[in-house]
């Protein structure tokens, strides 16, 4: 089966950085759209990056110019440059992949989550 999983969260202080990594495994012959969700206790899942297969990159307005999505292709792994972190930045974060395998259709998996705390 395909899997993804997510490492790089953990606890650090407003102003800091963390990088998280998606990495796929499993019966993949490509990976179209890519991305990163976040979602804090009693609030609704928020789209916080995203990149397809021909490098468009989205960023939601709360994250611009502080995260950097990019993925590389070969190892079937995806990243979040996360820097200059402030304490709403605290939330799960859950990478997000749609993979097409040889013989059959296109499907959205989801990484099981990574825990970022941002102290303030």
């Known amino acids: 089966q395909v899997q993804l999983v997510e490492s790089g969260g953990g606890l650090v202080q407003a102003g800091g950085s963390l990088r998280l990594s998606c990495a796929a495994s499993?019966?993949?012959?490509?990976?179209?759209?890519m991305g990163w969700y976040r979602q804090a206790p009693g609030e609704q899942r928020e789209l916080v990056a995203s990149i397809t297969g021909g490098g468009t990159i989205n960023y939601a307005d709360s994250v611009k110019g502080r995260f950097t999505i990019s993925r590389d292709n070969a190892q079937n792994t995806g990243y979040l440059q996360m820097n200059t972190l402030k304490p709403e930045d605290t939330a799960v974060y859950y990478c997000?992949?749609?993979?097409?395998?040889?013989?059959?259709?296109?499907?959205?998996?989801w990484g099981q989550g990574t825990q970022v705390t941002v102290s303030s």
């Open positions: 499993g019966n993949i012959v490509s990976i179209d759209r």
């Open positions: 997000v992949a749609e993979i097409r395998r040889a013989f059959g259709p296109v499907q959205r998996y």
